[in-house]
């Protein structure tokens, strides 16, 4: 008889680290900008550039700022992998219209 407990079991605090997104998986962008002409067509141009498809009118809510000048944008689109996500990321950060993302 031993007291080691269950094999195989890693040590506290050592436990196995999931994933926080599981892909596939929708996932919303927050996209903000300023209030000009054509920010949602712009940042809805870039999704369709980075999905490779058409983003859907339903996918894109729009929030005015309290005085009107800026504009947040949520977008949900459907990834399949992290490096997806990341990309995504990368681009809203090169992008000179794009003020703030999370």
Avoid: W
Wanted: hydrophobic content about 30%; charged content about 30%; cysteine-free.
């Amino acid at each position: 008889m031993t007291k080691d407990g269950p094999k195989n079991t890693p040590p506290a605090g050592e436990e196995e680290k999931k994933p926080l997104i599981e892909y596939p998986s929708v996932y919303t962008f927050k996209v903000m900008g300023r209030q000009e002409h054509g920010f949602l067509d712009h940042v809805r141009a870039l999704f369709r550039k980075l999905m490779g498809a058409e983003i859907s009118p339903d996918s894109i809510r729009e929030q005015p700022s309290s005085k009107g000048k800026y504009v947040s944008l949520s977008v949900s689109v459907y990834l399949l992998s992290e490096e997806h996500r990341r990309t995504i990321y990368a681009e809203l950060h090169r992008d000179e219209r794009v003020i703030y993302y999370l």
